[in-house]
């Protein structure tokens, strides 16, 4: 049975279980565990051998992470920087792989700083700047908190001291590197609340350093973004817009905004504050007509339709938004000849035509999910079409 061929997709799944029955097991027994790591990992390779032989390394290892990660996280000595070093010595042994150590690395690098080894921190982290965008913020709070120590043994000197100046050149390499946002975010280090904390605080305080570079303000856009946290990207929002009026990022990211929270009124502004920017393009026309679609607002659509014809909006573009206005509106005769200009346009047997009548078929249910349902893949369909179709980035 175990020498059968099986999908990637069945052995994932075999894995995630035996992934469950391992951290139930590490949770029940993590002092067992710490007292004798090898025998842990002889145990998993043991599992793994019988249960999923002959497992290719790009699985394996990814498993002897997870195992290593979910020792620490029960563990009673995950603050013991030794018994750290210990527990990752061994995990690596037993990877089949390159044995690249630079996951493990960066996490005893947060374990230092949160031991309140700030110093070392920054020296573990320095060669894995490029990584992620939650190293170099780690760093620079290392020299931050040096800096404050530094302050009192020099009386609180006026200027910055040389720490405090190493955390400020920190931040500056944070935009120069420009690396990845929440590249780590599938091991412990993005689970850890304290690490978190530092990277905003030192966005913040590079915000106020550094008041007119926009970078620190588009990273804490992007990483708010990429977990939930509308509450931040509302915060940096507020102060990219008084900083940056006129920056087409910050407008777009803004309107997303407004468009989350259903803001129709707010909508308006951005695209107001958008067309007096930015009077020669498309970009906040097109925003403005995918206001008057989803407010069904007639008026609103025709002005901002007659400022998209004006500035030579592709024609087959205007011929799909106006087939969602007039579907979102109810007004299906109208509709149905919108679609006949459309399959004139692209024939009868498009993908596209195909996926708008099969979705414009739900418009006539009496289940109110589900014409909401349909109505919304519906504007996201044709949406992401015509924002394609007209080089606009996505929102």
Known sequence: MGDEWQPEAVIRLRLERLKKEFVEYIAANSGKIDANIPVFFGQVIASLDKNLPGLGEDLYDPFIDAMAFAVLEASKKSEDIPFVEKLFDYALRNKRGTRNRAVYDILLGMKMI????????????KKYRSVDAIICPAIAYCYFVLS???SVIERGAP?????????????????????????????EIAEDPRINKIFWFMIKQAIDWFPSEREFIRIGIEKAAKDGRRDLKEELLNIAIERFYNDMYFLR????????????GGIAGVVKQMTQQYPDEIEPVYYGIKLSI???RMDTYFRFRKQAVAKNIAPFALILLDYAFEMMSGKRVEASACMDEIKKRVGPHHYFVTLLEYVGHDF????????????KALFDAIDQYCMKLLKIEGT
């Open 253 to 264: 990211e803004l309107y997303k905004l407004k468009l989350e929270k259903r803001d129709a």
């Open 294 to 296: 989803i407010t069904s």
């Open 114 to 125: 949160n031991t309140g080894k700030y110093a070392e921190g920054a020296e573990q982290l």
């Open 159 to 187: 200027r910055p001291n040389d720490m405090s100046l190493a955390a400020r050149e920190q931040m500056i390499e944070l935009v120069r590197l420009h690396p990845p946002i929440n590249r780590l975010q599938d091991f």
């Open 364 to 375: 006539q249910s009496d289940d109110a999910k589900k014409v909401n349902r349909a109505k």
């Open 148 to 150: 404050t120590q530094q």
